[in-house]
């Protein structure tokens, strides 16, 4: 069981890696369009699902003594798994030539032009490309789907290189 959780860690990031390296084609109205990858979903289903089952299982035992550290760990994989799928279905970045389009997880969207960057981080151990203007701080994250796209088109129609 021990080697278990790396191995699965280890297939979820080579996914991961290989979905944001894929090449995206654009939509119906010429823009591109970055969503996190599958796992992120099946990741929020397995939590939901894993709180269900510890929920069942404090139910049937019936031990009160159990109750407070059962709910603590209920709670903690509902919430991880609610938060995880709302980051999946609401996280987005559309993106041509001209505009981005970001809607973070919570569902606010934000425009900006490429020509308002005003500066570009890159965190490797969050994942997350950062994105400066006047307005604010924008989040890119690298796990989503076609990012490399995202990084050429950024070349393309700005000073900055990664």
């Known amino acids: 069981m021990g080697i278990l ?5 280890a297939a979820l990031l080579l996914y991961a890696d290989f979905k944001s390296s894929k090449r995206l084609r654009k939509n119906i109205h010429g823009k ?9 979903k ?10 269900a089952f510890l929920l069942n ?8 003594d159990i109750y407070a550290i059962a709910s603590v760990a209920i709670l903690l994989f509902f919430v991880l ?17 001209k505009k981005i389009n970001i809607t973070n997880w919570k569902g606010k969207k934000n425009t900006l032009s490429w020509t308002e960057i005003e500066n570009m981080k890159f965190n490797a151990s969050s994942g997350y490309l950062k994105v400066y203007t006047k307005s604010g701080k924008h989040l890119v994250f690298q796990h989503s789907v076609g990012f490399v796209e995202f990084l050429k088109m950024m070349e393309r129609n700005t000073r900055f290189r990664f």
């Open 32 to 40: 591109y369009q970055l969503k996190l990858n599958n796992s992120y």
């Open 42 to 51: 099946w990741v929020g289903f397995a939590c939901c699902l894993i709180g």
């Open 5 to 9: 959780l790396p191995i699965i860690t």
């Open 57 to 64: 299982a404090a139910i049937s035992a019936g031990n009160k």
């Open 81 to 97: 798994g609610i938060l995880t799928l709302v980051w999946y279905y609401n996280y987005e970045v559309v993106f041509d030539d």
